[in-house]
């Protein structure tokens, strides 16, 4: 797993206190605070509703709070929105690039509104479109693009002017396993560079890629937050993931393991995907106690890690409900979703 806060510092680079924004039954942000330190990425977790694009939108001067304060790198988002705007970089929830444009067009227009001149936008907009590996679609109309493309695009339009901090909302929402990786390569290699990142998200996945550090939302409010690993150890225990060499092994693995009688051991389940067994430890006694039996029974093992809970997990025992993004529940779970959000 990749941790990216090589550039990390005490020096904080957003703050947020007590923000409030209403719309008027809704109270899409309902007092929230968290702090950003320069040069790393900032996680905010939360479900449909939770007020995601509400903070980003504040932050990047977009709207305008009902209460509390924001600052982003020294400016305060209310008052300076100017000089906020000159350092910041921002990728919306939905492709905000000019369909009909060329991919190259679309830089250098953003780069001539940034203010840069001809000969600099231009160069800018070569290099951004090499880096985001757009080089070869640069004079097509971006509405030739493919989904990917286009979010790389994206990206590459809010790295224009090199911003200090950069707000992507749900970066990756509706993309391809591939396209995502794609994408959590690039984020990756922007804060490689230094840039600050608050990166909203539905996936626990993405989070543990790119974010050291986790603010979880719910309904407007923060419900946790704090470094992941500790978040997640604070939840739950541990995981064994017990891989034998033959694939075909899996289930006796897992009947062996149940039938063991470790005290206290619990119910083993069966991950046909990763060719693993999964085993819930509590202590490092029952660790030993099962590599012990393993071994005893003959069974050559390929691999064997110990996990922590994943983020899913930790939300569902923080909220009561689970995080799930609408293509992964059902109709009717998302009908309610909806509901909720509307109440
Ligand atoms: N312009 C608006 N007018 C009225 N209600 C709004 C407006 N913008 C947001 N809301 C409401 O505020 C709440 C938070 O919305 P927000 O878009 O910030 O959530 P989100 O976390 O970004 O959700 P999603 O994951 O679906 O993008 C929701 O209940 C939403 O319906
Ligand atoms: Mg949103």
Do not use: C
């Given at each position: 797993m990749t941790r990216i806060d090589k550039n990390s510092s005490d020096a904080v680079a957003v703050t947020v206190r007590g923000l409030v924004k209403h719309y008027g039954e809704t109270k899409a942000l309902d007092g929230v605070d968290l702090e950003v330190r320069e040069g790393t990425v900032m996680g905010v977790l939360g479900p449909n509703g939770a007020g995601k694009t509400t903070l980003v939108r504040i932050l990047s001067s977009l709207i305008q709070p009902d209460a509390g304060q924001a600052t982003v790198a020294g400016y305060d988002v209310v008052r300076q929105p100017r000089q906020l705007r000159r350092v910041i970089g921002l990728t919306g929830q939905y492709a905000s690039v000019d369909e009909k444009l060329p991919g190259w067009e679309n830089l250098y227009m953003i780069g001539r509104l940034l203010d840069l001149p001809r000969k600099t936008a231009r160069a800018r907009a070569d290099e951004l479109l090499e880096r985001f590996s757009l080089t070869d679609a640069?004079?097509?109309p971006a509405s030739t693009y493919s989904g990917g493309m286009r979010r790389r695009l994206d990206l590459a339009a809010s790295m224009i002017g090199r911003p200090a901090v950069l707000f992507l909302d749900e970066p990756t929402t509706g993309l391809d396993?591939?396209?995502?990786?794609?994408?959590?390569?690039?984020?990756?290699?922007?804060?490689?560079?230094?840039?600050?990142?608050?990166?909203?998200?539905?996936y626990m996945e993405e989070a543990e890629q790119l974010a050291s550090e986790l603010t979880v939302v719910d309904r407007g409010k923060?419900?946790?937050?704090?470094?992941?690993?500790?978040?997640?150890?604070?939840?739950?225990?541990?995981?064994?993931?017990?891989?034998?060499?033959?694939?075909?092994?899996?289930?006796?693995?897992?009947?062996?393991?149940?039938?063991?009688?470790?005290?206290?051991?619990?119910?083993?389940?069966?991950?046909?995907?990763?060719?693993?067994?999964?085993?819930?430890?509590?202590?490092?006694?029952?660790?030993t106690a099962v590599v012990g039996a393993v071994t005893a029974r003959g069974i050559t093992l390929s691999s064997i890690t110990t996990e922590l809970p994943s983020l899913d997990e930790v939300f569902l025992s923080l909220t009561g409900h689970r995080a799930s993004a609408p293509q992964d529940t059902t109709p009717d779970e998302t009908a309610t979703d909806r509901q909720e959000v509307a109440v």
């Amino acid at each position: 797993m990749t941790r990216i806060d090589k550039n990390s510092s005490d020096a904080v680079a957003v703050t947020v206190r007590g923000l409030v924004k209403h719309y008027g039954e809704t109270k899409a942000l309902d007092g929230v605070d968290l702090e950003v330190r320069e040069g790393t990425v900032m996680g905010v977790l939360g479900p449909n509703g939770a007020g995601k694009t509400t903070l980003v939108r504040i932050l990047s001067s977009l709207i305008q709070p009902d209460a509390g304060q924001a600052t982003v790198a020294g400016y305060d988002v209310v008052r300076q929105p100017r000089q906020l705007r000159r350092v910041i970089g921002l990728t919306g929830q939905y492709a905000s690039v000019d369909e009909k444009l060329p991919g190259w067009e679309n830089l250098y227009m953003i780069g001539r509104l940034l203010d840069l001149p001809r000969k600099t936008a231009r160069a800018r907009a070569d290099e951004l479109l090499e880096r985001f590996s757009l080089t070869d679609a640069a004079k097509r109309p971006a509405s030739t693009y493919s989904g990917g493309m286009r979010r790389r695009l994206d990206l590459a339009a809010s790295m224009i002017g090199r911003p200090a901090v950069l707000f992507l909302d749900e970066p990756t929402t509706g993309l391809d396993p591939r396209t995502r990786n794609e994408v959590w390569t690039e984020v990756k290699r922007m804060v490689g560079d230094g840039v600050t990142v608050l990166l909203t998200t539905q996936y626990m996945e993405e989070a543990e890629q790119l974010a050291s550090e986790l603010t979880v939302v719910d309904r407007g409010k923060v419900i946790a937050g704090g470094a992941i690993e500790e978040l997640k150890a604070k939840v739950g225990g541990r995981s064994l993931r017990v891989r034998p060499a033959d694939p075909l092994l899996l289930r006796p693995l897992a009947v062996a393991l149940d039938e063991l009688g470790i005290t206290g051991l619990a119910a083993t389940t069966i991950d046909t995907e990763r060719g693993s067994v999964l085993v819930p430890i509590l202590s490092d006694e029952q660790l030993t106690a099962v590599v012990g039996a393993v071994t005893a029974r003959g069974i050559t093992l390929s691999s064997i890690t110990t996990e922590l809970p994943s983020l899913d997990e930790v939300f569902l025992s923080l909220t009561g409900h689970r995080a799930s993004a609408p293509q992964d529940t059902t109709p009717d779970e998302t009908a309610t979703d909806r509901q909720e959000v509307a109440v």
